[in-house]
């Protein structure tokens, strides 16, 4: 399965007192990671129509990532059902031509109908573009 990689600034405000990038603040690099991922997809999802909703997210912290860090967020899909799917990220920093593994994380995915308000079955068109 395609591994869709985005390169993450670190903002000064994404650092708390002790000079790490606080926990909250891996989320918000994972939903640039989704929407790098989806923006492979091009034109075939119409978000005012159909899309996914977030179900659930895990995160696993490994490492302390410092502003002075350079990270990126590997993203891939690992498991595709009927009416969801996940997606797994690794948060990676690079030292020295050394790359580590930061965070780890997970999140399901549910195709939704935004005009019926309810989950429906994945498009046929979005799962073979997952599978590629």
Not at 11 to 39: P, Q, T, W
Not at 119 to 127: L, N, Q, T
Request: one cysteine or more.
């Amino acid at each position: 399965m395609k591994t869709v990689t985005t390169p993450v600034q670190i903002r000064f405000a994404d650092v708390d007192k002790l000079g790490h990038v606080n926990n909250a603040i891996y989320l918000s690099y994972i939903e640039i990671a989704r929407m790098d991922f989806f923006k492979e997809l091009g034109g075939k999802i119409d978000w005012s129509k159909k899309g996914v909703i977030v179900g659930r997210i895990e995160i696993n912290y490994k490492i302390p990532v410092l502003i002075t860090d350079v990270i990126a967020v590997k993203t891939w899909c690992t498991r595709i059902g009927n009416k969801s799917f996940d997606l797994s990220y690794s948060i990676v920093k690079t030292n020295g031509g050394i790359e580590a593994e930061v965070v780890n994380a997970i999140s399901v995915l549910v195709c939704y109908d935004y005009e019926l308000k309810k989950s429906v079955e994945m498009p046929e068109e979005w799962r073979q573009w997952l599978i590629s």
